[in-house]
């Protein structure tokens, strides 16, 4: 017999960084109840907190999902880690910080897809800047007093400041700022950091809002499916531990839970592609394209040996290095320890036909074969570009019928010809940039991720599939479009097509991918979305 925990006017699944925003927006009405549900625990391990932390986070089922893709055929069968946040904050308590919202023409195309000039740039910078509470302080492209907590890197590298004046030295330009429409340029990231320390979605904006009454936040919380009736959503079974439990919504369900999760669940419910569904058993309550248009940015993570410049690597190599290390970071919360996995960035194009920047640099002082092992015992850095606009696209689809198995994850990298051009001219400039430029020219850089044994096209190709990776930016898989588009699975407002009272509001519902990192729009439209459910309240 399943527990019931009552009515509640909102139920909202997934506390990662959307949730937390809707969570507090939400039950800022006192005349409302609030259910928020998270299937990860508390952000309680001091790991989360130390931006560094990061290295430990990831890959931890303490706070990682710990998800595989299926063999991708693009990346000559390998199946690689697909870190997803299992935690209140989400991925924002284990991401890289970067605050980074993308192109003015990224949300002027979701404008044009979905026939809602609401989501056009002009209209959501305002919503970006009412979050923000930036560095520079309030101006025509940045706010000041909201909760999203944005300053600049805590620590310099050599190393980096060469790769900036390399890329300056073949023509990219340097500007100080990523965030306002037009990010073309070289130059260090803004981080998601208060005063040397991780600045998560859950501390932003969920914690302000614990004390309230009215808002209830459960953890160790597994949606096992929504409850129906008819085509009306009215609540949510879950488990909590090994206990059956239901809730109720009264005024809608909300999901929440990003790219991966928020399929998962309308799949478990019913609602998804008819024939695929009937397959696993489950009756069919809404056939949609639920868990297709996946898109991520996939990294080439590029590797140099270098000589007279510290890195990374040698100190943490040394106990003595690593000690002092703590120290600073403990008597002046900077140093290594306050690190970003990337400070240095830059945004390019890879070839002069495109219309804006289509790649984007993440350089680091460090180098290791994949997250989660230890750096390279020699002085080395990473410069790993990534497509922003893939035209690859994948899907997340459900393996079995128990919400505890984890979904089939297929990016499907590098499955269009466009994708693969970008991957090999991504090398060629990377190369440019490190190994043809006076900047560099005193640290002796070596190439030996992919190597220099790869040279024609087809062999560049071949090296791109070797050591491509996630960026941890999986989007797309309950897609945005006009309510008549048969390939949506939200309408502009984030309703489920054909469904009442459920919508879907997190990264999942991007048309197309963001040309950056995706945690801050993330944040946007939520904030947003917040907005259209209390107009349709």
């Not at 690689?80 to 002027?108: E, F, H, T, W």
């Not at 909590?240 to 478990?268: F, K, M």
Request: charged residues 25%; hydrophobic residues 40%; contains cysteine.
């Amino acid at each position: 017999m399943a527990r019931t925990l009552g009515i509640f006017d909102y139920i909202i699944v997934g506390a990662g960084s959307a949730g937390c925003v809707l969570a507090n927006r939400l039950s800022a009405d006192p005349d409302v109840s609030v259910l928020l549900l998270e299937a990860g625990g508390r952000d309680d391990w001091i790991w989360i907190h130390i931006p560094v932390g990061y290295l430990y986070c990831i890959n931890n089922p303490r706070t990682d999902w710990c998800y595989h893709t299926a063999p991708e055929p693009g990346l000559n069968g390998r199946s690689i880690r697909y870190p997803r946040g299992k935690v209140l904050g989400g991925s924002s308590s284990i991401n890289a910080m970067l605050c980074l919202r993308g192109q003015a023409r990224d949300y002027d195309e979701w404008a044009q897809l979905t026939g809602d000039s609401g989501w056009a740039w002009r209209n959501v910078l305002p919503v970006f800047m009412r979050v923000e509470d930036h560095w520079r302080g309030a101006d025509e492209k940045h706010g000041q007093g909201g909760e999203w907590r944005v300053e600049t890197p805590r620590i310099d590298w050599e190393i980096l400041e060469a790769f900036r004046d390399a890329a300056c030295e073949i023509g990219i330009p340097r500007i100080d700022d990523f965030n306002r429409g037009d990010n073309e340029g070289v130059s260090r990231f803004d981080v998601n950091q208060r005063n040397g320390v991780r600045w998560s979605a859950a501390k932003a904006f969920l914690r302000p809002a614990l004390s309230r009454s009215n808002l209830t936040v459960i953890t160790r919380a597994l949606v096992k499916k929504l409850r129906l009736e008819g085509r009306r959503v009215v609540g949510v079974e879950f488990y909590q531990g090994n206990e059956e439990a239901v809730a109720e919504a009264r005024r809608e369900t909300i999901l929440s839970a990003g790219a991966i999760g928020s399929p998962q669940i309308l799949q478990l419910s019913g609602i998804g592609p008819g024939a695929f569904l009937q397959q696993h058993g489950i009756p069919v309550a809404h056939d949609l394209p639920v868990g297709e248009n996946l898109q991520d940015h996939l990294q080439l993570r590029m590797a140099f040996r270098v000589r007279n410049v510290l890195t990374l690597n040698a100190l943490l190599h040394s106990w003595w290095e690593k000690a002092k290390i703590g120290l600073e970071y403990a008597l002046f919360r900077t140093g290594p320890m306050t690190m970003p996995p990337s400070q240095m960035g830059a945004f390019v194009k890879s070839d002069p036909s495109q219309a804006s920047a289509n790649l984007e640099y993440h350089v680091q002082p460090i180098s290791l074969d994949r997250f989660g092992d230890p750096p390279h015992r020699f002085p080395a850095f990473t410069a790993s570009p990534c497509n922003l606009r893939p035209t690859s696209r994948g899907h997340v689809r459900i393996a079995s019928p128990d919400p505890r198995a984890y979904p089939a994850i297929a990016p499907n990298y590098l499955s269009t010809a466009e994708d693969r051009r970008v991957a090999a001219d991504a090398l060629k400039l990377t190369r440019r940039i490190v190994l043809g430029t006076q900047a560099m020219k005193k640290y002796g850089p070596e190439e030996f991720t992919p190597g220099p044994q790869f040279q024609s096209e087809e062999e560049l190709l071949d090296g791109a599939r070797r050591i491509g990776t996630t960026i941890f930016h999986p989007v797309g898989t309950c897609r945005m479009g006009r309510a008549d588009d048969p390939s949506a699975v939200v309408d502009p407002q984030l309703r489920v097509r054909g469904i009442e009272r459920l919508r879907v509001i997190d990264a999942s519902i991007m048309p197309t991918i963001t040309s950056g990192n995706t945690n801050t729009p993330t944040i946007m439209i939520a904030e947003r979305g917040s907005a259209l459910v209390k107009r349709r309240s």
